[in-house]
């Protein structure tokens, strides 16, 4: 295979020789990725706008749980006060943080999957199947209590189903 003209040069960095082919080698001044990102920090300076972006990506006090509470609750905010929503316990679908209710500890993914096989991967409501649905199919609560994790009280629900049993029943508590 004929790669070009080979060129024969030292790198920058560890000053390891190396061999660039075609024209593309002409500027080429590190032999590896590494001494690449080396000599980058060294003598690459970037803009000010450029330094805002990154600057953005590497805030630390991003992922503290105090920050993101404080940014939501001012994202929340704004979002009211631009398109005059309400949140909380003002928006006319609250339910005393009813959705913020924990689930019990025997409710996990092991659990949800044995009342999946027990339904036969069947939604016990429309009769389709997960294939079908192109989804997991959703485990519902009979009694809405999310603490009563008896197999009696779960069942297997595709989701356009679990979503309309709650609208429903969210449109009988209007």
């Keep these: ?77 704004v979002l009211a006060e631009g398109r005059g929503r309400l949140f909380g316990a003002d928006n006319h679908w609250w339910r005393g943080g009813k959705s913020f209710e924990e689930y019990g500890r025997e409710f996990d993914s092991h659990l949800k999957e044995k009342i999946r096989f027990l339904s036969g991967y069947k939604c016990q409501r429309c009769g389709c199947t997960q294939l079908e649905a192109g989804q997991q199919l959703c485990v519902h609560h009979k009694d809405r209590n999310k603490q009563n994790n008896k197999l009696s009280n779960l069942t297997a629900l595709c989701r356009s189903c679990h979503t309309a049993i709650h609208n429903a029943e969210e449109m009988v508590l209007r």
């Excluded at 080429?28 to 953005?56: D, N």
């Design 1 to 77: 295979m004929n790669k070009g003209l080979a060129t024969n040069k030292q790198c920058s960095i560890c000053r390891k020789p190396f061999r660039v082919y075609g024209v593309s080698g002409k500027t080429r001044k590190c032999c590896s990725e590494t001494c690449r990102a080396k000599w980058m920090s060294l003598h690459y300076k970037p803009s000010q706008k450029q330094r805002k972006a990154i600057s953005k990506g590497t805030r630390k006090n991003h992922k503290t749980p105090a920050f993101r509470k404080k940014m939501s609750a001012i994202r929340r905010r």
